[in-house]
């Protein structure tokens, strides 16, 4: 039997916030911080009939919120959680010094980006981590980042591109029989727009590799192994829309909110779930694509 609409809810996803601290002029804020979501990351939840929502930070320096609210209650009404891309991580959030002061990234949006991961999955509720997120993943778990790939690994290609940004694109080759190859059984890698210059080096705790540069062997996703789902992905799925000659961006949206709507059913009998209403399922959507090109043969799956 169909259910109700009324009866029913869409899932509810959090996008943790990016934070503007040099507002530039024009926008009129002057001497204030902007906390900032980017519209296509919004699109890329909302076209498959999930809600998204921000989730602002609470200023350090703003204790009469944080007397009110905790990062729990936040928790409390989502289904899951999409950590956007932005600043660098900061060196100091795995045990490091910047080597570079151009690389001290944003420890304030990191504590703030950690708690919330970290509730998330305290609630077994499903995150995923898009480019910077993808890091941040890792550094939850103990592991480490490449603070500058360039300086780094001194083989790697281009990762970022400053004239190019988002038009930058190069394939990412799966780990065989990873989760995330299950998602495109036709495919042995993808064309992807990534755009970083920092990556993952040591693999935090329970994190595993799922995707690789094909050119260079750097970390292009990553999984938790853990009791829940965390998944990230360096480059940006949200900006494949409408790009036909990139990987379909679909795969992996739905399995987060698949996932999330599971974990959701799975709370409704909790006397403590703040919402009886069972979670409608997300929407497939029909895309008109390519195949995907199979691994050349001489190809390596190594990572660097």
Same mark, same amino acid.
């Given at each position: 039997?169909?259910?109700?609409?009324?009866?029913?809810?869409?899932?509810?996803?959090?996008?943790?916030?990016?934070?503007?601290?040099?507002?530039?002029? #024009?926008?009129?804020?002057?001497?204030?911080?902007?906390?900032?979501?980017?519209?296509?990351?919004?699109? =890329?939840?909302?076209?498959?009939?999930?809600?998204?929502?921000?989730?602002?930070?609470?200023?350090?320096?703003?204790?009469?919120?944080?007397?009110?609210?905790?990062?729990?209650?936040?928790?409390?009404?989502?289904?899951?959680?999409?950590?956007?891309?932005?600043?660098?991580?900061?060196?100091?959030?795995?045990?490091?010094?910047?080597?570079?002061?151009? =690389?001290?990234?944003?420890?304030?949006?990191?504590?703030?980006?950690?708690?919330?991961?970290?509730?998330?999955?305290?609630?077994?509720?499903?995150?995923?981590?898009?480019?910077?997120?993808?890091?941040?993943?890792?550094?939850?778990?103990?592991?480490?980042?490449?603070?500058?790939?360039?300086?780094?690994?001194?083989?790697?290609?281009?990762?970022?591109?400053?004239?190019?940004?988002?038009?930058?694109?190069?394939?990412?080759?799966?780990?065989?029989?990873?989760?995330?190859?299950?998602?495109?059984?036709?495919?042995?890698?993808?064309?992807?727009?990534?755009?970083?210059?920092?990556?993952?080096?040591?693999?935090?705790?329970?994190?595993?590799? #799922?995707?690789?540069?094909?050119?260079?062997?750097?970390?292009?996703?990553?999984? =938790?192994?853990?009791?829940?789902?965390?998944?990230?992905?360096?480059?940006?799925?949200?900006?494949?829309?409408?790009?036909?000659?990139?990987?379909?961006?679909?795969?992996?949206?739905?399995?987060?909110?698949?996932?999330?709507?599971?974990?959701?059913?799975?709370?409704?009998?909790?006397?403590?779930?703040?919402?009886?209403?069972?979670?409608?399922?997300?929407?497939?959507?029909?895309?008109?694509?390519? #195949?995907?090109?199979?691994?050349?043969?001489?190809?390596?799956?190594?990572?660097?």
């Amino acid at each position: 039997m169909t259910q109700n609409p009324s009866q029913t809810r869409p899932l509810r996803i959090g996008i943790s916030a990016r934070l503007l601290y040099q507002v530039p002029s #024009e926008l009129g804020f002057r001497n204030k911080t902007l906390q900032y979501l980017e519209q296509s990351l919004a699109h =890329w939840i909302m076209e498959h009939g999930a809600i998204a929502f921000m989730v602002p930070a609470v200023a350090e320096d703003s204790r009469r919120a944080a007397r009110h609210l905790s990062v729990f209650d936040y928790v409390n009404e989502l289904d899951g959680l999409v950590l956007q891309g932005g600043a660098d991580v900061s060196p100091q959030s795995y045990g490091q010094e910047p080597i570079d002061p151009r =690389w001290a990234g944003d420890p304030v949006r990191d504590r703030y980006e950690l708690a919330l991961l970290r509730a998330f999955i305290q609630q077994r509720k499903p995150v995923i981590g898009v480019c910077r997120g993808c890091q941040l993943l890792n550094v939850a778990f103990g592991g480490t980042l490449y603070q500058d790939v360039m300086t780094q690994v001194p083989a790697a290609h281009a990762h970022v591109d400053a004239d190019l940004y988002d038009q930058l694109e190069h394939d990412v080759s799966f780990v065989a029989n990873s989760q995330l190859a299950s998602l495109y059984p036709k495919a042995t890698r993808l064309r992807v727009t990534s755009i970083h210059h920092q990556a993952v080096a040591k693999l935090g705790k329970q994190i595993e590799v #799922e995707a690789v540069s094909s050119v260079d062997g750097v970390v292009e996703a990553i999984r =938790w192994t853990g009791e829940g789902y965390a998944r990230g992905v360096q480059w940006h799925p949200e900006f494949h829309r409408e790009r036909h000659a990139l990987a379909d961006s679909s795969p992996i949206i739905l399995d987060f909110l698949n996932e999330a709507r599971a974990a959701a059913l799975a709370r409704l009998p909790d006397p403590d779930c703040p919402d009886r209403r069972p979670p409608r399922a997300p929407l497939a959507l029909a895309v008109d694509r390519p #195949e995907p090109r199979p691994e050349p043969a001489a190809a390596s799956n190594a990572v660097s």
